[in-house]
């Protein structure tokens, strides 16, 4: 079965440097998402892409997290600076229209 | 950040009991899904429900959804240690493909 692909799996940063995620869906997907899930919670949603188009970033925090999906396919999730209230796992998930979402492993990240 | 109620946070059963979980929405849900994810895990995809009062049974968990398709339930019959994780909800809106997931019900399963 087709997986989505995301690195690096675990991050080690301390505070005030940049930290970036990577993401690849599985092909065809046309929707991305980014999850924060801090230990114990369920995944709070970040940003939501069609395409190369952001349709929701809501509860993205704009003053130090950014995120793109240039080409509509492969997708970065950038922190800058990282704060430690930012250590938790970010999932990354994708989804054809309407149908179940598919998460990959996840990158851990610990803000020290 | 926007999250669904689910209820009971946590569960733990003897293994052979029975468990269920609960999810609710203040507004009617174009469909609901349901997640299992083990510790140490990332979410795994069970099940789609579409139609309103729509059951549907998974060997020995059944999932449910509301008539007014605003709540939902999961519920494991005879529960087995395989079954231990996190369930959670995740809510679709109307026009949208927004994916809101549920706080989650941690369930632990003694032998």
Request: proline share 4%; glycine share 8%; aromatic share 10%.
């Amino acid at each position: 079965e087709a997986e989505v692909a995301q690195s690096p799996r675990y991050k080690i940063t301390e505070k005030s440097q940049a930290v970036a995620f990577w993401c690849d869906p599985i092909s065809g997907h046309a929707t991305l998402y980014w999850y924060r899930q801090i230990l114990g919670q369920g995944p709070e949603l970040l940003v939501q892409f069609q395409d190369e188009s952001v349709v929701d970033d809501s509860q993205l925090p704009k003053d130090r997290f950014s995120a793109e999906r240039l080409k509509g396919v492969d997708s970065t999730l950038k922190i800058q600076p990282a704060e430690l209230g930012d250590s938790a796992m970010y999932l990354c998930a994708s989804r054809p229209r309407q149908g179940r979402a598919f998460f990959g492993q996840g990158t851990r990240l610990t803000v020290v | 950040g926007q999250q669904v109620m689910q209820i009971p946070q946590y569960q733990h059963v003897q293994e052979g009991e029975d468990f269920t979980t609960y999810c609710n929405s203040s507004t009617t849900l174009s469909n609901i899904q349901w997640y299992k994810q083990r510790p140490g895990g990332h979410p795994v995809f069970l099940i789609q429900l579409v139609k309103s009062g729509e059951v549907k049974k998974q060997k020995r968990l059944t999932f449910q959804f509301g008539e007014a398709k605003k709540n939902s339930s999961l519920h494991i019959t005879a529960t087995q240690t395989t079954d231990v994780g996190t369930y959670f909800c995740a809510q679709e809106s109307y026009n949208t493909d927004k994916l809101i997931f549920g706080t989650g019900t941690r369930l632990q399963v003694f032998p």
